[in-house]
């Protein structure tokens, strides 16, 4: 598949995302993710990952959702997905950092339209449907039945999910351009055993192209291995910048009116003044936003 043909196939994709209700366009969350995402494709090109060809005709943008899942995705021509789900749960910018290296790689290493090639007895554009309605059934697990009907279409969508292998070259190049944007290695660690922990992402290839990010145990030992390869660094803490932008991406990601209620309450319970002043103003940020949203 040519560089220009998965560009139209992801920007026939992207226009519809554009048009989704959940889509959020937020200057601030905007940003900051790309305050991470330059830093990451600079280093990408310094370490010939990124071609001046793919550089030049692929999008390189990223859209955000109001999904509260943690979740980020790569689709052909080089769009991502980020769900709000996902940057309010990332600790500092070095986890943010190696979700989108991961989800870069993919991209970089052509392992979409390698997959589509390998399918190449099915039209990229019926392919590029049935992403579409993939997304959508992430979102309205009932809408699934009359997306993708049958056994034929749930047998593509399973063999459109990437391999191993390239799961496992996404990590391995992730890291390393991540490390080489200057992030600490660290986040790339305590981010795999968050989500596992989490149970959020998992290995079963249910989903063409909206890749969660399968993690095992043996993926965790082989950053733990990497990791000691290099110094040991300052510990990670959670910066000003960062905890306030969390605090908006859960507000912003409509999560009830409940949620919202709570919020505003947790600037008054007792324990408020003793908690580091960085907490305390994402507590009161996020009570701020929300009591505007209520």
């Known amino acids: 598949m040519t560089i ?4 139209r196939l992801g920007d026939s994709i992207a226009r519809e995302i554009y048009r989704d209700a959940d889509y959020i366009d937020d200057p601030l969350l905007g940003e900051y993710v790309q305050g991470i995402w330059q830093p990451l494709l600079a280093a990408a090109r310094a370490r010939g990952e990124l071609s001046p060809e793919m550089a030049e005709r692929f999008a390189w943008t990223i859209m955000m959702g109001r999904d509260r899942s943690v979740n980020a ?21 070095a986890e943010l950092a190696s979700v989108l290296g991961h989800e870069m790689t993919h991209v970089t290493q052509r392992h979409i339209a390698r997959m589509i090639s390998r399918e190449g007895q099915q039209s990229p554009w019926l ?3 049935m992403i579409l309605g993939v997304l959508a059934a992430s979102r309205n697990p009932e809408a699934a039945s009359a997306i993708i009907t049958g056994s034929q279409a749930a047998s593509i969508a399973g063999q459109l999910s990437f391999s ?3 799961e496992r070259e996404a990590d391995r190049v ?4 991540m490390t080489q944007a200057g992030f600490a290695p660290e986040g790339f660690v305590t981010m795999f055993e968050k989500l596992q922990k989490g149970s959020q992402l998992n290995d079963s290839g249910g989903f063409p192209y909206l890749r969660s990010h399968p993690l095992t145990t043996a993926r965790i030992a082989d950053m733990q291995a990497r990791q000691q390869l290099l110094p040991p660094g300052p510990p990670l803490r959670p910066m000003l910048d960062h905890v306030m932008l969390s605090a908006r991406a859960r ?3 409509r999560p009830g009116i409940d949620t919202l209620r709570s919020w505003v309450a947790e600037a008054d319970v007792a324990n408020f003044v003793s908690l580091p002043p960085v907490r305390q103003a994402a507590v009161l940020y996020a009570a ?3 009591a505007v949203q209520m």
């Open 174 to 177: 992730g890291y390393g351009v």
């Open 73 to 93: 995705f790569a689709l052909p021509g080089g769009y991502f997905g980020l769900h709000l789900g996902l940057l309010a749960v990332v600790a500092n910018r």
């Open 164 to 166: 191993r292998d390239m």
């Open 288 to 290: 701020s936003l929300a």
């Open 127 to 129: 392919l590029g449907a």
């Open 251 to 253: 507000v912003l990601s």
């Open 4 to 7: 220009s043909a998965e560009r």
